[in-house]
Nanobody, 120 residues
């Protein structure tokens, strides 16, 4: 599975961005997907995740009420709508896909990352 993120950029505080993650390859093996981020000098953290059918999501406390995760399985694409952005949201955002078939798990797939910079 290959994951390619897009939609990052520079935005002022209070603004919005929409990230996309397009999957290709063995997409039938993709289960839960998520967005992670890593700021300079900090560990990578989970921002939001969504189950394979899209019926369950979870968010980091820091983004609840501001970010919305979604996926379109017909397009093999996941999204992250980010509103009311804050300077502390500045980071490289990575797309992640958990993979498996039945009870067999495969290594996670990761995208290359997209930079989000929020200016104050």
């Amino acid at each position: 599975v290959q994951l390619v993120e897009s939609g990052g950029g520079l935005v002022q505080a209070g603004g919005s961005l929409r990230l996309s993650c397009a999957a290709s390859g063995s997409t039938f093996s993709i289960k839960t997907m998520g967005w992670y981020r890593q700021a300079p000098g900090k560990q990578r953290e989970l921002v939001a995740a969504i189950t394979s059918g899209g019926n369950s999501t979870n968010y980091a406390d820091s983004v609840k009420g501001r970010f919305t995760i979604s996926r379109d399985n017909a397009k093999n694409t996941m999204y992250l709508q980010m509103n009311s952005l804050k300077p502390e949201d500045t980071a490289v955002y990575y797309c992640n896909a958990q993979r498996g078939l039945g009870k067999i798990s495969f290594p996670d797939a990761w995208g290359q990352g997209t930079q989000v910079t929020v200016s104050s």
